[in-house]
């Protein structure tokens, strides 16, 4: 009796992991002719490096570019994502991209980017930049995403790093 007890619990569990992996965030493809580029930073500021990934993919979901990116400094982690957003964009201009939609997992700073507001900070400095990209681009969106949906990026910001 003891035995089934425990498989009936293990069943039971097993039945509640797969039901939370089922609510978790994907990543969404977008739609037909647009182009999404999902960005992420990774630091280790003890050895002053910063990491970045950017994974642009089509409609269909297939990998258009994909790079890991590492650069010194000793920033902190919203700018190092400004920068991460930056970089997405880029690659949408070295792409000759009409339609982007930029994914991040950094509230603070998507929602930054959407805001049209002045800041004469370093970050707001950073975020003027990602915009002024954004904006020779004939369609763009910009969206946060949980880092469920950002994994890729995430990966290869970590990737950076080693």
């Given at each position: 009796m003891a035995m089934q007890d425990y498989e009936n619990a293990n069943a039971v569990e097993d039945k509640k992991i797969m039901e939370r992996r089922e609510q978790l965030p994907r990543w969404?493809?977008?739609?037909?002719?647009?182009?999404?580029?999902?960005?992420?930073?990774?630091?280790?500021?003890?050895?002053?490096?910063?990491?970045?990934?950017?994974?642009?993919?089509?409609?269909?979901?297939?990998?258009?570019?994909?790079k890991s990116i590492v650069r010194l400094g000793k920033w902190d982690s919203a700018a190092a994502e400004a920068l991460a957003a930056y970089f997405g964009v880029i690659s949408g201009h070295e792409q000759g991209v009409q339609q982007l939609i930029l994914e991040g997992d950094a509230k603070q700073i998507t929602e930054a980017i959407k805001d049209e507001g002045q800041n004469l900070s370093l970050l707001g400095q950073l975020i003027k930049d990602v915009r002024f990209g954004l904006n020779a681009i004939p369609m763009w969106n910009v969206e946060h995403v949980h880092r469920e949906a950002n994994k890729a990026a995430h990966r290869l910001a970590k990737l950076a790093l080693t």
């Open positions: 969404g493809k977008p739609a037909r002719g647009w182009m999404k580029v999902n960005v992420d930073s990774a630091l280790n500021k003890k050895e002053g490096k910063m990491g970045f990934g950017l994974v642009m993919r089509d409609h269909e979901g297939r990998v258009i570019v994909a």
